[in-house]
């Protein structure tokens, strides 16, 4: 989660919350609970500062769980936020994925309500640990349920691998479980639904690349073109290491016949901050049409002077015989979350088929 972002628990969206719960019930403290809040969040980053509400919210609502999940409930208006705003209820989630493991239907009522305003995906992993056979089949119900959002909930609250998330050791270790709700949403309508049935299957392939192979090459029979993404968005990570079950069920896991030119870079030593455009020419040598998958891999600097590779998607082409076709990207060196820029020696390859082909190194400044 981006720093910047945890500022939006905020004086005027504890001051909402605590509105929201006064006409659920009269008698909620909003004073004392704002006071309460706010005292302390400067300091805090974005999930705890929802944790810090939410004990809040424990401090001032019942004690017994049922009554205090009733007033919750009352509280939701009936129009919800949407995009960044529905995170005004992640104080809520985390309530409910502490203090509602005690009742599991009164917890489960809660979250069918509160995933179609914001995700239940955090909390319900609490109760895949604490009662697996009653939440997988409360899961399996839910996957035909009418909310799109409570469909996703099923593919996403799964994930062995969700961001932000402390991962279910249980599932990397089988994921058959999931996989059983997986084949339920394959070919759910929403689109929204089918991205996190592809992004659980990519968790699985990290831990079980030829489980992972083996279902998508089952799903590619007779697939629809919704399910087809589904796959290609699936196996993305195995077709960025070069596994040739995943490269050979997207058509494309033949070995090239190219030569790869020299990268052409721009400019040839960019600075930290600033940005790289590169491209390179690649030639047929085969008297076959191919089909060829090209990415390109950077070998970043780390701060111990090592390389750390990292592949980017670039594009798919059909190569004539004897053909050429040039290609080409850019690359940013700007500080990320996910990655600092260092100075030194970055090496490009082009990955072609999954087979990687020097282009040249760069030396960034």
């Not at 006409?23 to 005292?39: H, I, V």
């Not at 959002?149 to 609250?157: A, D, N």
Request: aromatic fraction near 10%; include cysteine; glycine fraction near 6%.
């Amino acid at each position: 989660m981006a720093g910047s972002f945890k500022v939006f628990f905020n004086r005027q969206v504890v001051q909402g919350i605590a509105a929201d719960f006064v006409r659920a019930d009269s008698k909620f403290p909003a004073t004392r609970f704002c006071k309460e809040c706010l005292d302390g969040l400067d300091q805090l980053e974005l999930l705890a500062r929802g944790w810090h509400i939410a004990e809040a919210l424990r401090r001032h609502l019942p004690e017994d769980f049922e009554a205090a999940s009733s007033v919750l409930l009352r509280s939701l208006p009936d129009e919800s936020f949407t995009g960044l705003d529905s995170f005004r209820y992640l104080p809520h989630i985390f309530y409910v994925s502490k203090y509602g493991l005690g009742n599991f239907e009164a917890a489960m009522a809660a979250q069918h309500e509160l995933t179609q305003r914001f995700t239940a995906e955090f909390s319900i992993r609490a109760f895949l640990e604490k009662y697996p056979s009653q939440t997988l089949g409360r899961l399996r119900l839910w996957a035909s349920d009418p909310s799109h959002h409570v469909r996703r909930l099923v593919s996403e609250g799964t994930r062995p691998r969700l961001p932000w998330a402390s991962r279910l050791r249980d599932f990397q270790r089988d994921p058959a479980p999931v996989i059983e709700l997986l084949e339920l949403l394959k070919d759910d309508p929403e689109l929204y639904v089918r991205r996190s049935v592809a992004n659980n299957l990519n968790d699985i392939a990290k831990d079980h690349p030829g489980i992972a192979v083996e279902i998508c090459r089952r799903w590619w029979a007779d697939a629809s073109d919704e399910r087809q993404w589904i796959i290609k968005h699936a196996l993305r990570s195995l077709v960025k290491a070069g596994n040739p079950g995943a490269l050979a069920i997207l058509g494309v896991g033949a070995v090239p016949k190219v030569a790869v030119g020299s990268a052409r870079f721009v400019p040839k030593s960019p600075r930290i901050g600033g940005r790289l455009k590169f491209d390179f020419t690649l030639t047929s040598t085969s008297k076959k049409a191919q089909t060829l998958q090209v990415d390109y891999r950077v070998h970043f600097v780390k701060a111990n002077r090592g390389t750390s590779p990292k592949v980017f998607k670039l594009r798919r082409v059909e190569l004539a015989p004897g053909s050429e076709v040039t290609l080409g990207s850019t690359v940013s060196f700007a500080p990320m979350t996910t990655r600092e820029s260092r100075p030194g020696v970055h090496s490009f390859e082009a990955v072609v088929n999954g087979v990687g082909f020097a282009l040249g190194c760069i030396r960034l400044q």
